[in-house]
């Protein structure tokens, strides 16, 4: 019969081949040889200048069936005819041409070719030809077997059945290297995308998908080969090469690895997508919907790619890098929401770029990691506390009267430092952050008034007042700080910063003991008496550490100096009043006036420094005058003046 034959195997018959149509067709193990026939390429160049979308109707299908087994084959050629409408306008590379409603495919004639003729066009890339080939190849060993021609020869049978799957299976590497090749080179190849878009149409309307028993090796006929889904898994590996290409400097290299990788991995699918939308996109209708394809695989292989970083031993930086780019680049005007890739490429859809276990893992070593660094960056204050400062004998600043030092400040902005950029990540990174330095700062503090007071104690230094007084004022900025700017409960660092408080306190008494006691003990010496010894001495020395504490901050600095000045004027009294020997009246003169003379200038000093226990003025004084009178009388008089001013002196209150 001369009528066309359709598409379905079921459809098509032949006549029996002779010898030498037997000979053409070599065995799949010479595909490779070298020993090829030009072919004529003007069929390609046609048969790429259309794109179809073939979906075969149920009842284009039941019409196909009723002329199953009318064909003949008569001029050894197959006319591939396509029926199918299209239903959707399709783009075409070249300019905008768009191919209407009910436009057929041009004919593609099928030739009985050798499989190394088959081979050879598969390798030149000429698939439209190949697959008629391959397709007539394919009918004809169906309809000999359907005629039950290998029933005595079975193994032919088999063999000419995997010619066919191997000639396929070539086709299919073309199509994966073309696919995968898309973005490798600078511009775009339009026709060969073009035309692979048309055989993807002519081996779906080719193979449609039903069943096709029949005898050994059979299930290798007649079978889809889903172009399709393999340009599809093309894409997602082009698009995993492409990602793994990326430059990576190593770490011992560089230490901003990762973050010049991820800013090269930026740059480069940045580019590729660019060129999707702009290049890629037109050579495919539009139900292919490349670019959400492609955004789908780089999405993929990005995903992958950095859950392989994320199992590498990252350090605290690079870990951050990792969370930042992942939260707040990805999807930001710098990568996929870039205004120059839209509107083809679209985030709203697309999967979490790591799984939840990932980002968690992540996030949990970015603050075990943390800590390390925390811990470092307050090592470092105390380091630079006691070489910048305390071995160099720096006096701290003052700043509206108070001794200032950077220890506050520098805590602050570290953890202020460490929250934003948390933040940045997620809200509860922030608030495990905060968590953390705290906790390290809980650790800190003890760290730091232990190493005070080994320096303290190890040497005299006259700087140990002024930095006593300036730490105290800094830990009170550091509580109130913490309250306003992070909004935290800082009762546990109270109860912290109050047990050093009182043992800064109790030091810095100790301090102004070492320096008052030998003072206040030649009190009564024949040199005192005789006044070798200066008179403003002991003043001077208590003074050493007074006057440090006008600039402490309120109300410590007024109790502190407070207690100071009733320890000076108890210690002077307790000395005097204790039994020594007799005294003559010269002597008792003498030891009156001493008196008097230190207690003004003591007082003087302390309450010019500030401190308001005015009411221990006159305890020295009348000491003074009961030890100068001779009058039991007057003696009488100045001790009840004494019980008037202190009424509980009877249990040493002073």
């Not at 679209?346 to 770029?353: A, F, I, P, R």
């Not at 009267?401 to 602050?412: A, E, K, M, R, V």
């Not at 008052?516 to 008179?535: F, H, M, N």
Request: charged content about 30%; hydrophobic content about 35%; some cysteine.
């Amino acid at each position: 019969m001369n009528r066309s034959m359709e598409l379905d195997p079921r459809n098509v018959t032949s006549e029996p081949t002779n010898s030498a149509g037997k000979e053409k067709r070599e065995v799949a193990s010479k595909l490779s040889s070298p020993s090829l026939h030009s072919m004529d390429s003007g069929f390609f160049e046609r048969g790429i200048k259309t794109m179809l979308s073939i979906r075969k109707s149920k009842r284009s299908l039941n019409k196909e069936k009723e002329k199953e087994g009318t064909g003949t084959w008569k001029g050894k050629r197959l006319s591939l005819r396509f029926s199918k409408s299209y239903e959707k306008e399709t783009t075409i590379c070249n300019g905008v041409q768009e191919v209407s409603e009910k436009i057929q495919a041009e004919p593609i004639q099928g030739k009985p070719l050798s499989v190394m003729e088959i081979n050879e066009l598969i390798q030149k890339r000429q698939l439209l030809e190949a697959f008629a080939s391959v397709k007539y190849l394919e009918d004809e060993t169906i309809t000999e077997r359907d005629a039950e021609k290998y029933k005595d020869n079975p193994q032919e049978f088999v063999r000419k059945s995997k010619d066919v799957d191997l000639l396929y299976n070539s086709i299919t590497n073309v199509i994966q290297a073309i696919v995968v090749g898309t973005l490798e080179h600078p511009t775009v190849e339009d026709t060969m995308l073009t035309s692979l878009v048309t055989l993807i149409a002519y081996e779906e309307a080719a193979h449609p998908n039903t069943g096709n028993a029949g005898g050994p090796g059979s299930d290798l006929l007649g079978m889809p080969r889903k172009w399709k889904e393999v340009w599809r898994e093309a894409i997602n590996e082009s698009a995993r090469k492409r990602v793994l290409r990326v430059p990576m400097a190593l770490k011992e290299e560089d230490s901003s690895w990762l973050n010049l990788h991820l800013g090269f991995l930026q740059k480069h699918l940045s580019e590729d997508l660019l060129k999707v939308k702009l290049s890629v996109k037109k050579c495919y209708p539009e139900e292919y919907q490349v670019c959400d394809m492609y955004v789908e695989a780089f999405h993929k292989a990005i995903a992958s790619h950095l859950q392989d970083l994320s199992q590498r031993p990252l350090e605290f930086n690079e870990i951050y890098t990792l969370l930042n780019w992942v939260a707040n680049t990805y999807c930001s005007e710098l990568f996929l929401g870039n205004p120059d890739l839209k509107p083809e490429v679209k985030t709203e859809n697309l999967s979490l770029l790591l799984t939840p276990a990932v980002w968690d893992k992540l996030k949990n070593d970015y603050i075990t990691s943390a800590k390390g660094k925390i811990k470092s960056y307050f090592g470092n204050i105390l380091r630079l506390e006691v070489t910048e400062k305390w071995e160099k004998e720096v006096y701290p600043e003052v700043k509206e009267n108070l001794y200032q030092s950077s220890l506050s400040l520098d805590i602050q902005t570290i953890i202020g430092e460490h929250m934003k950029i948390s933040r940045a990540i997620s809200r509860s990174l922030e608030t495990k952050m905060l968590e953390l330095c705290l906790a390290e700062l809980r650790e800190f503090i003890p760290r730091f008034e232990e190493e005070f007071v080994a320096w303290s104690t190890a040497r005299d230094s006259p700087i140990f007042a002024p930095y006593f007084v300036a730490y105290i004022n800094n830990f009170h900025d550091l509580l109130s700080g913490l309250e306003a700017m992070f909004q935290v409960n800082t009762e546990e660092l109270q109860k912290i910063l109050a047990a050093l408080t009182r043992n800064f306190t109790s030091i810095f008494l100790n301090e102004l003991r070492k320096k008052a006691q030998p003072l206040l003990k030649k009190i009564l010496t024949k040199d005192w008496i005789l006044s070798i010894e200066r008179p403003d001495s002991l003043a001077s020395a208590v003074s050493q550490f007074s006057e440090h504490l006008q600039h402490m901050r309120e109300p410590l600095g007024q109790e502190l100096l407070r207690d100071v000045h009733k320890y000076v004027v108890r210690e002077y009294i307790m000395l005097v009043i204790k039994p020594r020997w007799k005294m003559n009246r010269e002597t008792r003169q003498r030891v009156s006036n001493r008196m008097n003379q230190e207690a003004r200038i003591i007082h003087n000093t302390l309450i010019d420094q500030g401190s308001d226990a005015d009411w221990l003025v006159p305890a020295i004084h009348h000491i003074a005058n009961i030890i100068g009178e001779k009058k039991k009388d007057k003696i009488k008089e100045y001790i009840k003046d004494l019980c008037q001013d202190y009424p509980d002196i009877s249990i040493c209150k002073i």
